[in-house]
């Protein structure tokens, strides 16, 4: 009925080339310039691409402690969702403590959010880890608060894309500006989410595992990679 494309990787190709051929992406590192395809790809947006932010080594940083087995941290269920597990290289955990028992009460205690309460969770995990915060900015600016006060160990890597109307543009900006020594990667501004910060870990996951080509594209040549929506 309808005269449209099928094919998964054929997608893909005519996707990657629209945003290489539309979006300005000269000013990212070799090594980067996958994972801003990805986060373009992500949202449809090739002009988000001005907005996208790394601090230093995050290519070396994100693929060291994914070899090593480290955790992945995440702000809401539906950033560690969005994660594809099959490309993490040592099977790496995935958590998410929002929902963990004693989180209402202590958000409650703490005067803040659910989420930002449950970065306290992660102080038996974070050292090391890579930090994924796709939702919520009371989340982000807790964890630098506990960062920059020496309460949570640091982690290898923290990817922040909060969105909203409310302290996201603010704690981006807190992030590039507080990070210290800390890689980083994040979008200036409002937007944000689930899905970018999905995309980011996942195109770094790529680096990091045996076998896969940057951009994802070859692959899997006989289906569409579980998780991204193709």
Not at 15 to 27: G, K, M, V, Y
Not at 167 to 174: M, R, T, V
């Amino acid at each position: 009925m309808f005269d449209y494309l099928r094919d998964p990787q054929e997608i893909y190709r005519q996707s990657f080339a629209t945003i290489e051929a539309e979006a300005d992406l000269a000013r990212f590192p070799e090594e980067l310039r996958p994972v801003a395809v990805r986060i373009i790809h992500a949202c449809g947006m090739v002009e988000i691409a001005d907005k996208i932010a790394f601090g230093e080594n995050v290519a070396p940083a994100a693929i060291g402690a994914l070899q090593k087995g480290k955790p992945i941290l995440c702000d809401a269920e539906m950033v560690r969702q969005g994660i594809i597990s099959r490309l993490l290289p040592a099977d790496n955990p995935i958590i998410c403590t929002l929902n963990a028992d004693g989180n209402d009460e202590r958000a409650g205690k703490l005067g803040t959010t659910r989420s930002a309460a449950a970065i306290e969770d992660w102080a038996d995990h974070i050292d090391g880890a890579i930090i994924a915060i796709g939702n919520a900015p009371t989340a982000l600016f807790h964890l630098l608060e506990a960062l920059i006060s020496n309460r949570l160990a640091k982690p290898a890597l923290i990817i922040g894309m909060p969105v909203g109307f409310v302290g996201a543009e603010e704690s981006k900006e807190a992030l590039i500006t507080h990070a210290g020594d800390i890689p980083f990667a994040t979008l200036r501004g409002r937007f944000g989410g689930s899905a970018v910060t999905a995309a980011t870990l996942n195109a770094l996951a790529r680096l990091a595992a045996p076998g896969q080509t940057p951009d994802g594209t070859t692959a899997n040549p006989s289906g569409s990679d579980k998780g991204d929506g193709k």
